[in-house]
């Protein structure tokens, strides 16, 4: 008889997020193991516990998915939970990052706009660019052929953003950090770029109506932030693949259901092998119905 399936929630909150438990209830995970404020010198025993109870053949059905607001301390966990499997005897769980939806926001943000325009002779400007999602989002349109534009307050941060990107592309990848001051500017850095995806900090409008609605090249807008004022002037949170001024738009919480769905099938997914390991490129690969 095949083992139940248990996911072992390691967050870096307090409380393990209510939000990704219930995804695993809907997935059709049958035990949650949740921790929370898991620091990087627990994960040993903690995997530990995950990989000596079962034989390796029901491996398969033990998981971890490592969760929390703090992205940066989500990837340290995830680092060194890959760094206590023992491989080499078959004692290995598959293993999940989506610290604050990072990794399934950026991807159904990046599907979002793959539904209309694809990477070939294509450039994307990420407003937003040096945050969790921003900085993934324009990985996988790099790696989709897009040229990348990443914009921040600071061209340092957004110079940082793109160097790190480009260390994860085929060499020769067009991207590069910009720093725009004003509408001018920003209006420049939109001549001949067909994909926005705005990525900024809930609350924060980062390109004005009047901007977007007349530039002739634009052709798909992405906004992720589902906070007053939207990160869009002009497009509403519900718009999903929404005609406006001529170009397709997608508002936060027209992203947020396949953002869900992929949530869903990613956790399911872990429990197809047990050596799945699932950030963003790998999220991204994920085949939807
Ligand atoms: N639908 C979902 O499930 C879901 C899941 C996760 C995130 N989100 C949304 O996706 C967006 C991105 O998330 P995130 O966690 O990557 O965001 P974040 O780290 O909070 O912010 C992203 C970037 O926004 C810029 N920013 C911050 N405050 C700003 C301000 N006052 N004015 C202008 N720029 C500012 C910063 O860049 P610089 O300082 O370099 O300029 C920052 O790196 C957010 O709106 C978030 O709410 C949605």
Known sequence: MSKRTILVQLDTDNHPSVFDRVVAVDAGVDEIFAYGNVSTEQVQALVHGAIFTRGPADLRNTAIFIGGS????????????QKHMIPEFGLRVSVMLDANGCNTT??????????????????ALVLGGTGPV???AGL??????????????????????????????KEGSWVKGIAPTNSDELKESLAGVQVVVASGAAGVCLLGQNLWSSCPDLRVLVDLNAVPPLGIEGVEVMDKGTERHG??????????GLKMKLHRKAVQSL???NKAVLDAV???????A
Not at 70 to 81: I, K, Q, S, W
Not at 112 to 119: L, R
Not at 247 to 256: E, F, Q, S
Not at 282 to 288: P, S, T
């Open 70 to 81: 703090d992205v940066a301390r989500g990837e340290a966990l995830m680092g060194e939970a």
């Open 106 to 123: 950026a991807s159904a943000a990046v599907r979002s706009v793959e539904k209309h325009v694809s990477g070939q002779g294509n450039r």
């Open 134 to 136: 921003g900085q993934r």
């Open 140 to 169: 996988l349109l790099a790696r989709g052929g897009f040229e990348v534009l990443f914009a921040s307050r600071s061209k340092e941060r957004s110079e940082a953003a793109a160097n790190s990107v480009r260390t994860l592309v």
């Open 247 to 256: 170009k397709i738009v997608y508002g936060a919480l027209g992203v947020g």
């Open 271 to 273: 429990f197809e092998s």
């Open 282 to 288: 790998a999220i991204h690969k994920i085949e939807l």
